[in-house]
């Protein structure tokens, strides 16, 4: 069973920037590729990142390109979520969520993908 905690969510102006973290409670952490998903209020729940295993491959939504770096340090058990140019549309909470399957391409973006979730970190833009 994999357990995850999220951390550093807040409130920031706009173009401000957060980082958020999830910490792993699996010795095996580096079997897992990690992923960050957000939910605004009355939205689905929305893919913005995904990294290996061994953090050498990461892919991203359109929405967050260019604005978010995704990383982990698989000796600490741990995934970051670097966020910049924060929008107010970027107002949601963010969940990290692990995924101990093969890569499939056409898929890795599915909540469906990930059997494990944290309990997820506001974060707020305000204008």
């Known amino acids: 069973q994999v357990q995850l905690v999220e951390s550093g969510g807040g409130t920031v102006q706009t173009g401000g920037s957060l980082r958020l973290s999830c910490a792993a409670s699996?010795?095996?952490?580096?079997?897992?590729?990690m992923g960050w998903f957000r939910q605004a209020p009355g939205k689905e729940r929305e893919f913005l990142a995904r990294i290996s295993r061994s953090g050498s491959s990461t892919y991203y939504s359109d929405s967050v390109k260019g604005r978010f770096t995704i990383s982990r340090d698989n000796a600490k058990g741990t995934v970051s979520l670097q966020m910049n140019s924060l929008k107010p549309e970027d107002t949601a909470v963010y969940y990290c969520?692990?995924?101990?399957?093969?890569?499939?391409?056409?898929?890795?973006?599915?909540?469906?993908?990930?059997?494990?979730w944290g309990q997820g970190t506001q974060v707020t833009v305000s204008s």
């Open positions: 699996v010795r095996t952490f580096s079997f897992y590729a």
């Open positions: 969520a692990a995924d101990p399957r093969i890569f499939d391409s056409s898929n890795y973006y599915y909540t469906s993908r990930y059997p494990y």
